[in-house]
């Protein structure tokens, strides 16, 4: 086996067993979730904001009139 292959396994297993420690330990770093985080200023205002009237025009007045 060439030095560089051996030391990249034993660079694996040493990465493997720090994930292991951590995990056993508790100080294992959490993954966020998705989405917008909770206390965003934008989920206030949208939660605030009144939906838009929908305005139709005068031709498509007539075209919904129309038999």
């Known amino acids: 086996m060439e030095v560089s292959r051996i030391i990249a396994e034993i660079d694996e297993q040493i990465s493997k ?9 508790g100080t294992a770093v959490k ?4 989405g917008r985080p909770k206390g965003s200023k934008n989920a ?3 939660a605030k904001a009144a939906p838009r009237k929908r305005k139709i025009s005068a031709e498509g007045r007539k075209r919904i009139a129309k038999p």
Not at 31 to 34: F, N, T
């Open 17 to 25: 067993l720090q994930q292991a420690r951590e995990l056993l330990s």
């Open 31 to 34: 993954v966020k979730g998705r």
């Open 44 to 46: 206030k205002t949208a």
